[in-house]
């Protein structure tokens, strides 16, 4: 739930494996960064037969605020609407602290996050949506490469705290056009 961006002309391509509780047991996904402001996603998950898409701008990326707006989880396919948010965050070279909100299906909801970089292979995470139906979770971010990465998390559901949920995405990011040399230190935890 961070609002980094994908780097112009970086396109991700992911593998996440989760809780059939959490989400979709089997997804993949495409992340693209079409501009130095905004990016767009789309999940394909197996069972159920299902595409996902979201979207995200960035309104404000002066260090060391950052400020998005955009969309996830609409999926035609299953006649869910998009859930829009806002997130604003303020980051260091070490600590970020996001917050924001979500527009989900007739209410909204609060979204709070924070990450602490150990360096730029290492990163840890929790974030945190309200509303009974969501969770809290858990996880670290750790780049294998510059360019392949590992987030396993622990989701802990809003309503039941105790019940716990595993999560791990493997991401690879091709570097496609734009400026080749310069490479995100950290892809957040996923939406």
Known sequence: MTPDLQEEGDVSLSLQIQDKRIANPYELQAEAGLTKWGEIAVFRGFDPDDWIFGTELGLLRTEPYLLSVGFVNWSPHLN?????????????????????????????????????????????????????????????????????????ALYFANYHPDRLMGYVVFTYTFHLWGDKNKKDAIEPLSK
């Open 80 to 152: 869910v609407d998009p859930q829009p948010y806002i997130e604003a965050g303020y980051y260091t070279e070490h600590n970020k602290f996001i917050v924001g909100a979500i527009h989900a299906d007739y209410k909204n909801e609060a979204i709070l996050g924070y990450a602490y970089d150990f360096n730029k292979q290492w990163r840890v995470q929790v974030d945190f949506q309200s509303g009974r139906e969501n969770s809290s979770t858990i996880g670290f971010t750790w780049n294998i490469t510059p360019d392949f990465q590992v987030n396993p």
